[in-house]
Each structure stands twice: as structure tokens, then as C-alpha cells.
């Protein structure tokens, strides 16, 4: 990771606890899961839509994003005794073609899958549905929300002072759990 890319996520993660952070944030999953009840879009829960490959898409959060949604998914593992992000489950993830937190059972027979961290994901989860809907126009409801959402987090940036960056989700992830690997002990 390049300095200047070190600086960032540093900055990052100073501010993924700032109020202001976790009160958009709470705001925008609430604003978020009233659009898709009015949508109503259907979720089959296979896992489909983290398995980036093979259904061909890609998922982008800015960087202060990323590191709010590491934070707390990592405090949530702490709970339950569990370890947090490594680069290695990024990486692995990478491998894979999916999400590193996609969890899946080897002994499925159905090869179903579902998000191990379903609580926290970030905004681009909860707003991307591979229902289309019966009117075939999903994708247009799920493009205007994320746009608008998006437009607001990089006004978030600005408000508290956090460098922009918009990365693909793996690669945020790696950013920021590089970060904490390389962070002296608190």
C-alpha cells in the first residue's frame, strides 16, 4: 500500500465511529429499507449477488464506507468471539470471485449461500436485488437510490473531512484491513 493510500485509510478509520458517520449511515439504511418495501423486490437468499464472477457485476463503496462498515463488523465479531477481516480472507475472496464475507456450505447439495454479515453490509447490499421485478424496471429503482445515496456520501466526506475515494469493494476491504494489520497495538 502506497503512503498515500496509507494516509487515507488512516484518516478513514479515525472517523468511521464519528457521530456523524454512524448517524448517516443509520439514516441511509433506514431511508434505504423503506424504498425496498415499497419496491418489494424478492430475495431468494442463495447468494447470488455476492458471488460477484459469476453474476458479473461489481460492488463500489467509497473508503470511508468501507472502513465504517469494517469497524463494525469487526466490533460484532468481537462479541461473538469471532476474528476480524484479514487480508488473507480478502485475497481468498478475490479467488473465489465473491465477497469475503459469503458464507457457504461445501455440503450443501443446493449450493446456497447467504451473507455472514448481513446486519452491517454496506449501502450498495442493500440496495442491489437480482429480482428484477414483474415490470422488469428493478434496476432502474436500484440505479436512482444508489445514485442519490452515493451523492450524499461524498457530501459526508466533505462535511466531516475525510479524503474521497470510490473502490471496489474487495479492494477497499484489503485497503482497510491492511491498515489495521499494520497499526501499532492500541
Known amino acids: 500500500m502506497n503512503d498515500q493510500l496509507r494516509s487515507m485509510v488512516e484518516r478513514w478509520r479515525e472517523l468511521a465511529d464519528h457521530p456523524a ?17 415499497a419496491q418489494r423486490p424478492i430475495c431468494l437468499a442463495s447468494g447470488a449477488c455476492c ?34 477481516l484479514r487480508v488473507l480472507d480478502v485475497e481468498a475472496a478475490r479467488g473465489r470471485g465473491d465477497c469475503p464475507y459469503l458464507v457457504t456450505n461445501a455440503n450443501d447439495p443446493a449450493s446456497r449461500a447467504f451473507c455472514g454479515e448481513h446486519e452491517e453490509r ?7 436485488y437480482c429480482d428484477r421485478g414483474a415490470d422488469g424496471r428493478g434496476s432502474e429503482w436500484q440505479s436512482d437510490l444508489y445514485e442519490a445515496m452515493h451523492r450524499e456520501v461524498i457530501v459526508l466526506h466533505e462535511t466531516v473531512g475525510a479524503p474521497y475515494l470510490y473502490l471496489e469493494w474487495r479492494e477497499a476491504l484489503a485497503a482497510v484491513a491492511g491498515a489495521a494489520r499494520d497499526a501499532p497495538p492500541a
Open 122 to 128: 454496506p449501502l450498495g447490499c442493500r440496495i442491489f
Open 51 to 84: 458471488n460477484f464472477e459469476k453474476f458479473g457485476h461489481r460492488m463500489y463503496v467509497s473508503g470511508l464506507e468501507a472502513a465504517f462498515v469494517v469497524a463494525r463488523i469487526d466490533a460484532a465479531r468481537r462479541v461473538r468471539a469471532a476474528n476480524p
Open 21 to 37: 458517520v454512524a448517524a448517516f449511515f443509520a439514516e441511509a439504511r433506514v431511508r434505504i429499507a423503506e424504498v425496498v418495501r
